[in-house]
């Protein structure tokens, strides 16, 4: 489906010049882009828009959009003295998606990072469309292995 502030098909729309591989340097495709579809996989470019203020961030949304990346991760980290960090990403993220209803958007929630299942459930309350939660740490462990 067309995304929404490009009107084109796919996630991104159009990429700029950037750095070129060798290779794709006459297609006009980022280098990271070519390393990725050479092992198999789709690279993303999903910048971190740190958040100050919902206008703030729907600025440097567009600007991260206009350029090409493929979506954002919000975060509000002690930014804003005035409100509440969770309220202030909440307001955030309603105000992005608002204006960009198909991007590609996540949530950092570090206020969350040691409680994992207070953490997705505040997602799910108050930013439910929602792409992608990104965890500093959210206590999964694997099993040690014997060497």
């Avoid at 495709?29 to 198999?40: E, F, L, M, Q, T």
């Avoid at 440097?60 to 959009?65: D, P, Q, S, V």
Wanted: glycine share 8%; with cysteine.
């Amino acid at each position: 489906k067309p995304h929404s502030h490009t009107g084109r098909p796919g996630v991104g729309g159009a990429r700029p010049a950037g750095r070129m591989s060798s290779a794709a340097a006459g297609a006009a495709v980022p280098r990271w882009r070519a390393v990725a579809a050479s092992r198999g996989r789709r690279a993303a470019l999903l910048p971190v828009v740190h958040v100050y203020d919902e206008a703030q961030a729907v600025r440097n949304t567009r600007r991260a959009l206009d350029a090409g990346c493929d979506g954002v991760f919000l975060i509000a980290h002690g930014n804003n003295a005035r409100r509440p960090q969770l309220e202030l990403l909440a307001a955030a993220f309603a105000a992005v998606r608002a204006q960009w209803p198909d991007a590609w958007l996540g949530v950092n929630v570090l206020q969350l990072m040691h409680e994992p299942l207070r953490l997705f459930a505040w997602v799910a309350a108050h930013t439910p469309s929602a792409d992608g939660v990104w965890a500093d740490n959210c206590f999964a462990h694997a099993p040690a292995v014997a060497a």
